[in-house]
Nanobody, 119 residues
Framework: QPQLVESGGALVQSGGSLRLSCAAVGFTLDYYVIGWFRQAPGKEREGVSCISSSGGYTDYAGSVEGRFTISRDNAKNTMYLQMNSLTPEDTAVYYC????????????WGQGTQVTVSS
C-alpha cells in the first residue's frame, strides 16, 4: 500500500526551528512533484511549499518565504521541510503531498503532523 509517512512535528517556542520529514513507502518519489500543506484550527488547508520532481524548482507561500526551506532526497525517498523563525501563526497540522507527473494520475497525502508554536 503506497503511503507517505510524516514525522518531526512538535511543540516549540516562538523563534525556534523544526524539520519535518516525509518518507514515501511503497512507491518512489522520483516522478512526483511534492509539497507541504498546513491546516490551522478553523481554517482551510493551505499550500506552504512545493518542489519539482528534479528539485530544480521550488515555490513558497508568502507567509513562509525566507523562513522555510523545502528539499528532497530521492535516494532516501524522503522530502523535508526545514522551518526556522517559527511564530504562533505557524501552528497547524502539516501534511505532505506527492503528485505524479508521469504516467498514471496519482496523488498521495501524509497522515499529518502537529506543529505547535508557543509565544
Amino acid at each position: 500500500q503506497p503511503q507517505l509517512v510524516e514525522s518531526g512535528g512538535a511543540l516549540v517556542q516562538s523563534g525556534g526551528s523544526l524539520r519535518l520529514s516525509c518518507a514515501a513507502v511503497g512507491f518512489t518519489l522520483d516522478y512526483y512533484v511534492i509539497g507541504w500543506f498546513r491546516q490551522a484550527p478553523g481554517k482551510e488547508r493551505e499550500g506552504v511549499s512545493c518542489i519539482s520532481s528534479s528539485g530544480g524548482y521550488t515555490d513558497y507561500a508568502g507567509s513562509v518565504e525566507g523562513r522555510f526551506t523545502i528539499s528532497r532526497d530521492n535516494a532516501k525517498n524522503t522530502m523535508y521541510l526545514q522551518m526556522n523563525s517559527l511564530t504562533p501563526e505557524d501552528t497547524a497540522v502539516y501534511y505532505c503531498n506527492a503528485d505524479s507527473v508521469v504516467g498514471l494520475v496519482l496523488n498521495y497525502w501524509g497522515q499529518g503532523t502537529q506543529v505547535t508554536v508557543s509565544s
